[in-house]
């Protein structure tokens, strides 16, 4: 079945820096677009940062220039480094996949992991 496996959540000072890791199974991971969400409690799932199939990449305005997506499609992984983090970046981060580029909506996503905490102490 398909599996979305997400690593390396923690608790960090602002500033500090993170590295998340998604782990894709059971599906064909080169031809999706990956992408990573956050949420933070009562609020919306929002789109961080999201990959294509050839690397090209999007990223919200609160995040630009200081997290950074890749993949690995030989290991089937996407990573998000998340650096200079700020309180505010405190939320569960998804990693999630999609067929089509033109997918922004969480509700266009087809797989979600269960979801990574981030805490960002100031």
């Known amino acids: 079945q398909v599996q979305l496996v997400e690593s390396g959540g923690g608790l960090v000072q602002a500033g500090g820096s993170l590295r998340l890791s998604c782990a894709g199974s059971?599906?064909?991971?080169?031809?999706?677009?990956m992408a990573w969400f956050h949420q933070a409690p009562g609020k919306q799932r929002e789109l961080v940062a999201r990959?294509?199939?050839?690397?090209?990449?999007n990223y919200a305005d609160s995040v630009k220039g200081r997290f950074t997506i890749s993949r690995d499609n030989a290991k089937s992984t996407v990573y998000l480094q998340l650096d200079s983090l700020k309180p505010e970046d405190t939320a569960v981060y998804y990693c999630?996949?999609?067929?089509?580029?033109?997918?922004?909506?969480?509700?266009?996503?087809?797989?979600w992991g269960q979801g990574a905490q981030v805490t960002v102490s100031s």
């Open positions: 059971g599906f064909i991971f080169s031809i999706y677009v």
């Open positions: 990959i294509s199939s050839g690397g090209s990449t």
């Open positions: 999630a996949a999609a067929r089509r580029w033109t997918a922004w909506s969480s509700l266009e996503y087809d797989y």
